[in-house]
């Protein structure tokens, strides 16, 4: 039998209960762990007898291994190619940012340095987005709650983080159970990540987001819209087949009711496909009701894995024109960083031939106002 991550809660608390192990011991192991992933159990002090014996017996502080770091250029991108427990590769990215530059509504930022972190939900991903190099590699497993936990234990040696997006490998709805209790450990001592700083992305999963909010509340909602018509979204995600627009918009209704909460509508820029002024004006009018902040992200090739072309330049100027000023919407156009390294947005892949990954947005905490 394969030992589990410390961080695998379900297993770790039944553990512990059928031991006889009182649970208030769990967030003690977990800050040794934090502080030291190569601990020994025994090196923590003051644990229950039993404790020792289960823990050496069934649990591994990390399940995973960091197999090698990669930083931009630019200083500001890393990216962490981590190997689990059965071989497989997943990446998370780490995305510095200073809040001090630039401006915000015409007045200089106050704040200073953070890090948002992107991390996987699955090995591979089912949903085949035919812009998206994942898509390519098919599904191959989901992560157990413990493997997207050390992400973020990985990633925090490196910088602290203050925000997590689910926007890496795999679609985090999907892998629904593991996602909930992987955010719940996220959000708990000694992470304690707050919810408002967590962002679920999901090419939209329309059973999975009517429970998401009373399992998850007050976490942040993103969306891969991608295309303002059923027909042209069937075309570039196949998934969307199985999830028509009209339900998906009655989904994000009811969400935003239960929330009130804003939405984030992310857009791909697929030059001819869905960047035309007609198209803008198109998605302004299937939002309008909703109360959303659009991120149109720049198509970055994927080599022969696509025949889809960056937008100019121009279109997404003018696509941004129309559903600012004539919807009122605010849009943003996401910033690509560690493109150096294969780190641009829909660029992630792992193979045996090139295990190369990452996924890069604008900072979620830019977006929330």
Not at 56 to 85: A, M, Y
Not at 187 to 215: C, E, W, Y
Not at 223 to 240: D, F, G, K
Not at 313 to 326: D, I, P
């Amino acid at each position: 039998m394969a030992f589990r991550s410390i961080f695998d809660i379900t297993h770790l608390n039944s553990e512990f209960q059928n031991a006889g192990i009182n649970p208030q011991f769990i967030p003690i192991i977990w800050k040794h762990v934090i502080q030291n992933p190569e601990i020994k159990w025994d090196e923590i002090q003051s644990l229950p007898s039993a404790a020792y014996k289960l823990l050496n017996s069934k649990f591994l502080p990390l399940s995973s291994t960091l197999h090698s770091v990669s930083h931009s250029t630019d200083g500001v991108t890393t990216k962490l190619l981590i190997k689990l427990q059965n071989g497989a590769f997943v990446e998370a990215v780490v995305m510095r940012y200073d809040t001090r530059l630039g401006q915000y509504a015409g007045k200089p930022r106050s704040g200073g340095l953070r890090s948002t972190l992107c991390v996987s939900s699955q090995v591979g991903c089912k949903m085949g987005c035919k812009f998206c190099a994942t898509g390519s590699m098919g599904f191959k497993s989901n992560l157990s709650t413990g493997e997207i936990v050390e992400q973020l234990v990985h990633a925090s040696r490196i910088s602290k983080i203050r925000n997590i997006v689910f926007m890496g490998m795999g679609e985090p709805l999907n892998n629904y159970s593991a996602l909930v209790e992987a955010v719940r450990v996220m959000t708990k001592f000694p992470f304690q990540m707050s919810p408002r700083r967590i962002t679920i992305s999901t090419v939209g999963i329309v059973h999975a987001i009517n429970k998401l909010h009373s399992d998850l509340p007050n976490l942040n909602l993103a969306v891969s819209l991608h295309a303002p018509v059923q027909e042209i979204r069937c075309q570039i995600m196949p998934a969307a087949r199985a999830f028509p627009l009209e339900k998906l918009m009655d989904a994000l209704h009811l969400y935003q009711k239960n929330s009130q909460q804003k939405i984030f509508i992310e857009y791909i820029m697929l030059d001819g496909v869905n960047d035309e002024e007609q198209h803008a004006h198109l998605l302004g009018k299937l939002l309008q009701t909703l109360e959303v902040v659009v991120n149109l992200i720049p198509f970055n090739p994927i080599g022969s894995l696509s025949k889809f072309s960056t937008s100019s330049e121009a279109s997404v100027k003018c696509f941004q024109k129309v559903l600012r000023e004539q919807y009122n919407i605010r849009t943003t156009v996401r910033k690509e960083m560690g493109q150096d390294i294969s780190g641009a947005c829909g660029q992630l892949v792992v193979s045996q031939q090139d295990k190369r990954t990452a996924a890069v947005l604008t900072d979620i905490e830019d977006l929330r106002f």
